[in-house]
């Protein structure tokens, strides 16, 4: 059915465990949080639709008669509408849009992911496409709408993230395999350093040296790969590689290790909430000195965090600046207060759910 109104949002991510694991196909486990993106929509009588971004101080209008074109880099809005368009969507009607977001842009909290899954969900409905509740498929055409539209490296973690909502575990092999994991996380508190993230060149780097050090020990011991089991064999060798091979290859199997980790703490009858704050600060330890993706300021922002009570905190995202988060379930005002303090902007957030449609206000 069509609606004259339609509201929809779709929630930011926190990546727990994986930064930089999922374009070597192995797992991830993230948590959407209840920082969101919302759009809102009147239905128009023409086949326009009509965008308002204030808080970005933007808008954009294009026409749903033709195959709209781009004309800035990854112009998010318009290669939704294409994809779906190639996928059999119909538009009757163009619509009178309103964007509003609470997630850190640019900050590593996957705002412009959320912005494509929850504009996917808008249009699906918009459409009256039955897909509107297939939060799977929402998730791959989000994928195709800001990553493959424009040929960019990225993964579907973000994607799948904010489409189911929750905390999921994804495996990046062959097949993907996405699963939500039991929730019995508390507060955390995040924090936007204010430091713009400078990831240019980042991803292609550590890809490259990794696979640069697989290939190496493959070469010399058959069966090597990134997701078996390390023999002494393949340690002894690991360590003749060339210091940034060696440093981003060991980094990438301890991520690996740490991230099966969690999952099996998840898994557990009991949730033992002081050791998934260690697994998390220990993951932070691998990404600063392994991976190298940490800066001063976030590393301050860690060591608050953890002097405030903090039972674990880590670097979220690409890193290269951004946001970090620490756990704390008992104290989370008292950690936010003391990020704040250090010129960050923090903000108290638990575990929410996926892209979703709200319910309309009525003016009164």
Not at 185 to 209: P, R
Not at 327 to 351: D, F, I, M, Q, S
Request: proline fraction near 3%; include cysteine; glycine fraction near 8%.
């Amino acid at each position: 059915m069509m609606r004259e109104e339609i509201k929809v949002s779709a929630p930011g991510r926190v990546c727990l465990f994986g930064e930089h694991q999922d374009y070597f196909g192995l797992p991830i486990i993230a948590a959407a949080i209840n920082l969101r993106i919302s759009i809102s929509g009147k239905k128009r009588k023409d086949n326009t639709l009509k965008i308002d971004l204030p808080d970005i101080g933007d808008a954009e209008e294009f026409t749903l008669e033709k195959e709209a074109e781009y004309t800035q880099e990854r112009d998010y809005l318009k290669s939704a509408v294409n994809v779906l368009k190639r996928k059999g969507v119909r538009f009757p009607t163009g619509w009178d849009c309103h964007v509003r977001g609470t997630i850190p842009i640019n900050s590593g909290t996957a705002s412009s992911s959320a912005l494509v899954v929850a504009w996917i969900k808008f249009l699906l409905e918009a459409a009256g496409d039955k897909r509107a509740s297939a939060v799977d498929e929402i998730a791959e055409l989000a994928f195709l709408s800001e990553v493959a539209e424009f040929g960019e490296p990225g993964g579907k973690m973000d994607h799948f993230s904010s489409a189911l909502g929750g905390v999921v575990t994804i495996d990046f092999d062959e097949e993907l395999k996405v699963k939500k994991l039991k929730n019995s996380l508390k507060e955390f508190v995040l924090a936007d350093s204010l430091q713009k993230k400078d990831t240019t060149g980042m991803l292609g780097y550590i890809k490259s040296h990794v696979l640069e050090g697989e290939a190496s020990i493959q070469e010399k011991i058959d069966g090597f790969n990134l997701k078996s089991p390390l023999t002494q064999r393949e340690k002894d060798e690991i360590e003749k590689l060339s210091p940034d091979v060696k440093r981003l290859l060991k980094g990438t199997l301890l991520t690996r290790d740490l991230t099966a980790e969690g999952r099996a703490l998840f898994e557990s009858e009991v949730f033992d909430h002081a050791r998934f704050g260690e697994l998390l600060s220990r993951q932070h330890d691998v990404l600063r000195d392994s991976i190298r993706i940490s800066t001063p300021k976030i590393e301050q922002m860690i060591a608050v965090s953890l002097e405030a009570g903090a039972l674990g905190a880590k670097t979220n995202g690409s890193g290269g600046g951004g946001c970090m988060f620490a756990y704390a379930p008992e104290n989370a005002a008292n950690v936010a207060a003391a990020l704040e303090k250090t010129g960050a902007k923090a903000y108290v957030v638990r575990v929410d759910a996926g892209a979703r449609r709200e319910e309309i206000e009525e003016d009164t």
